[in-house]
């Protein structure tokens, strides 16, 4: 439906989409799953990846969590649905 949970405008164009479909029922179900973590195959520390690499970790998997949860809550309540 969205590939980036860091871009308001991909998560309004979700939540069209997903108004559309349920109309005034409400969601009953959002499963909130992005994220992503450093991994290096060689075993590289925290040390070795950079400081915006970390920022970006944290936009994905804290705020787009936040961001996408606080989009679809208004049809989430309608239905009494869970996140």
């Known amino acids: 439906m969205f590939s980036d949970s860091t871009i308001v405008e991909q998560i309004a164009a979700a939540v069209e989409t997903v108004a559309a479909s349920v109309g005034d029922r409400g ?4 499963f909130n799953n992005a994220g992503f973590g450093p991994s290096d195959p060689n075993g590289n520390s925290i040390e070795d990846d950079s400081t915006d690499l970390f920022r970006q970790t944290m936009e994905v ?3 787009g969590m936040i961001a996408v949860t606080k989009a679809f809550s208004t049809m989430i309540r309608k239905r ?3 996140i």
């Not at 969601?27 to 959002?30: E, P, T, V």
């Open 27 to 30: 969601l009953c179900g959002l």
């Open 80 to 82: 009494k649905g869970r």
């Open 61 to 63: 998997n804290h705020f």
